[in-house]
């Protein structure tokens, strides 16, 4: 295994979001696991050739369940070399997380005050932060901001936002899941002319049918640098997956072949890996 990190901090802290920014930065995860449990998830994620793993232990579970410290201390006799990762954040931000979500802490079982819990919690972590390797303050840390130094710390630091183009027709109704959505039928529709009905936009008739109309290339003119531009900021803001959908008609034709020219594009001019789904070129 290339990387095993355990996430454990203060209730309200972030781990949770923590555990998907990792699962979206390619880590097999795995959250709140009972402490005893560890050193099997880890044998199995190592019987998977699986390289990057990342656990979140449930540090209020005792007993049968285990000790956290003790699984920590397991794993390096057994040759494993976890990074701990303890998550603090100050009482101001944690008592307005818990006020905000309506959750009861976990140590409000022996106090009817939140404050006192999150000093009960505060206290019995203690060993945990001091072995830990990393301790962030997550009080003013949005979502985004929490990915990112998770990526710029857990990950060789090439970003790994994936993006994925969906050539679809409206006739089949639009895609659910697009962040951008681009509709062409604003071009004449190779449909209508008897040799190219039956293809598709990765034959070469069709495409030597588009590329000779003057707004193809004047629509990818202005699309291209856009993308381009926002890809980044994307990026800069965590986002994980980028879904880019192309309409036409009947999805066969033109959102085909203009998808695969962006697909092309984006492969020369970008490092995230694209995939292209031609939901209706066959119907």
Excluded at 33 to 54: D, G, M, N
Excluded at 179 to 205: E, Q, S, W
Aim: with cysteine; hydrophobic share 40%.
């Amino acid at each position: 295994m290339r990387r095993l990190v355990i996430v454990t901090g203060l209730s309200g802290a972030g781990k949770s979001q923590a555990l998907k920014s990792f699962e979206d930065l390619g880590f097999a995860c795995l959250d709140n696991l009972p402490p005893v449990l560890s050193p099997q998830f880890v044998a199995l994620v190592k019987r998977a050739q699986i390289e990057l793993a990342a656990i979140a232990l449930d540090v209020r579970t005792l007993g049968p369940f285990g000790d956290s410290i003790a699984a920590i201390d397991e794993l390096w006799t057994q040759g494993e070399r976890p990074e701990l990762l303890f998550l603090d954040a100050d009482d101001a931000a944690l008592v307005r997380r818990y006020s905000e979500t309506r959750r009861r802490h976990p140590f409000g079982e022996r106090s009817l005050h939140l404050t006192d819990a999150i000093a009960a919690e505060r206290e019995a972590l203690a060993p945990l932060r001091d072995r830990a390797d990393h301790v962030w303050d997550t009080s003013r840390l949005t979502h985004g901001m929490l990915k990112e130094r998770i990526e710029a710390t857990f990950t060789s630091g090439v970003k790994t936002m994936r993006i994925a183009i969906i050539a679809f027709g409206f006739k089949y109704g639009v895609p659910l899941d697009c962040d951008l959505m681009f509709d062409v039928r604003f071009l004449p529709n190779p449909n209508y002319v008897p040799a190219l009905k039956p293809l598709t936009g990765n034959d070469a008739p069709v495409a030597a049918f588009l590329e000779v109309l003057p707004q193809t290339d004047e629509f990818l003119g202005h699309l291209l640098p856009m993308l381009d531009f926002l890809l980044p900021h994307y990026r800069h803001e965590g986002k994980s997956q980028l879904t880019i959908g192309i309409g036409c008609t009947g999805g066969r034709h033109r959102s085909v072949y203009l998808a695969r020219r962006l697909e092309k594009h984006l492969r020369a001019t970008n490092e995230a890996p694209v995939t292209v789904e031609e939901r209706d070129s066959h119907r």
